[in-house]
T-cell receptor, first 119, second 111 residues
């Protein structure tokens, strides 16, 4: 299984709602990532988990709260979002973090994304 | 934080070879250069990765000069289905490894 799955595919929420995005992989990868992508822009890194611990938080506002319950699952909890948070949210996984000399550690497998609209 | 720079767009015709260059002046010593392809409304897909010199796989080649301050993705004999955005990605060591995507190059392949 070389797939990263994300649910839901689409999400519409109001600014006072609480919702969660889910990501799952069964490749035994130990690094998982959340990215945000606006239209016609590159993906922007939000969070990195390594061995189920948060290793990088790219100064993301606290209305986004990541969680890694186990090595296969990654959640992104959303609360009190703003309309400008509307974007495609991508999850990815890799065997490890970039920066090692073992090439196989560096390839990131991306999910199809969740299209989020905040009204 | 250093930027990666790519051409915004490129046009090509079916059957031609396409070369896309990415500049990454402040690449970390131990970092690999990775290229991804993305179609609309899909997540990026890995194409190729290298550290230095040349790497080739079944879909592309990657050329990296000795100073590693740039890299060139080469797509041989492109087809219409290669129309996509191509991103180069490097990671910068800054209290962890931040993955920074370039702005992306939109490749249009014409018949």
């Amino acid at each position: 299984d070389t797939e990263v799955t994300q649910t839901p595919k689409h999400l519409v929420m109001g600014m006072t709602n609480k919702k969660s995005l889910k990501c799952e992989q069964h490749m035994g990868h130990r690094a998982m990532y959340w990215y945000k992508q606006k239209a016609k822009k590159p993906p922007e890194l939000m969070f990195v988990y390594s061995y189920e611990k948060l290793s990088i938080n790219e100064s993301v506002p606290s209305r986004f709260s990541p969680e890694c319950p186990n090595s296969s699952l990654l959640n992104l909890h959303l609360h009190a979002l703003q309309p400008e948070d509307s974007a495609l949210y991508l999850c990815a996984s890799s065997q490890g973090l970039q920066g090692t000399r073992d090439q196989s550690y560096n390839e990131q497998f991306f999910g199809p994304g969740t299209r989020l609209t905040v009204l | 934080l250093a930027k990666t720079t790519q051409p915004i767009s490129m046009d090509s015709y079916e059957g031609q070879e396409v070369n896309i260059t990415c500049s990454h002046n402040n690449i970390a010593t131990n970092d690999y250069i990775t290229w991804y392809q993305q179609f609309p409304s899909q997540g990026p897909r890995f194409i190729i990765q290298g550290y230095k010199t040349k790497v080739t796989n079944e879909v592309a080649s990657l050329f990296i000069p000795a100073d590693r301050k740039s890299s060139t993705l080469s797509l041989p004999r492109v087809s219409l289905s290669d129309t996509a955005v191509y991103y180069c990605l490097v990671a910068f060591k800054a209290g962890g490894f931040k993955t920074i995507f370039g702005a992306g190059t939109r490749l249009f392949v014409k018949a």
